[in-house]
T-cell receptor, first 114, second 116 residues
Framework: QQQVKQSPQSLIVQKGGISIINCAYE??????FPWYQQFPGKGPALLIA?????SEKKEGRFTISFNKSAKQFSLHIMDSQPGDSATYFC?????????????FGKGTKLSVIP | GAGVSQSPSNKVTEKGKDVELRCDPI?????LYWYRQSLGQGLEFLIY????????KSGLPSDRFSAERTGGSVSTLTIQRTQQEDSAVYLC??????????????FGPGTRLLVL
């Protein structure tokens, strides 16, 4: 049973546009929601993360929106650039689990075209 | 400072052989995780080590998989009698113990395993 559902699988955006990736979770014990960026041949790199006590977090061109009641969160990339072309993963973990293991979405391959 | 390192970066083996994958976490990070990334299953948790506590092995897919962490630092993931479905990228991550940072996991570049 997939606990974190991510959409879309792939996304093509024009340079300067807004990229939006959505995730939904089922486990209400999740209390940490990071987004990772992965380039081909590299390991995932933490981009931005949010906890459920806030509804939005912004770092530069990247914003997480969080809706606790709907159990959904999303990543917005403003002014998308060709260098943002990568695969993005949402994830979730629970401090109550003890291990903070991450449950990942299936990933979104973003292509930003000039 | 240095990030998480993994070796080898690529490994090709024959079905039925044993393989060992190594992870060097960031210095001072007490938590260490192994994940597997495959085309069909995405990123899956395998095992977690924290200090001297017993590891959380709940994600290991079969008893052919095992891992150890020596001296609270380097970790080795061993796959015995490899099968073709074991082909994947094996990722290691580490975390600091500092309050408020313990959920932040830093990933290595992975070991790409191909079982022929």
């Amino acid at each position: 049973q997939q606990q974190v559902k991510q959409s879309p699988q792939s996304l093509i955006v024009q340079k300067g546009g807004i990229s939006i990736i959505n995730c939904a979770y089922e486990n209400t014990a999740f209390d940490y929601f990071p987004w990772y960026q992965q380039f081909p041949g590299k390991g995932p790199a933490l981009l931005i993360a949010i906890r459920p006590d806030v509804s939005e977090k912004k770092e530069g061109r990247f914003t997480i929106s969080f809706n606790k009641s709907a159990k959904q969160f999303s990543l917005h990339i403003m002014d998308s650039q060709p260098g943002d072309s990568a695969t993005y993963f949402c994830a979730a973990s629970s401090s109550g689990a003890g291990s903070y293991q991450l449950t990942f979405g299936k990933g979104t391959k973003l292509s930003v075209i000039p | 400072g240095a990030g998480v390192s993994q070796s080898p970066s690529n490994k090709v083996t024959e079905k039925g052989k044993d393989v060992e994958l190594r992870c060097d976490p960031i210095s001072g990070h007490t938590a260490l995780y192994w994940y597997r990334q495959s085309l069909g299953q995405g990123l899956e948790f395998l095992i977690y080590f924290q200090g001297n506590s017993a590891p959380d092995k709940s994600g290991l897919p079969s008893d052919r998989f095992s891992a150890e962490r020596t001296g609270g630092s380097v970790s080795t993931l061993t796959i015995q009698r490899t099968q073709q479905e074991d082909s994947a990228v094996y990722l290691c991550a580490s975390s600091p113990i500092n309050w408020g940072e313990q959920e932040t996991q830093y990933f290595g570049p992975g070991t790409r395993l191909l079982v022929l």
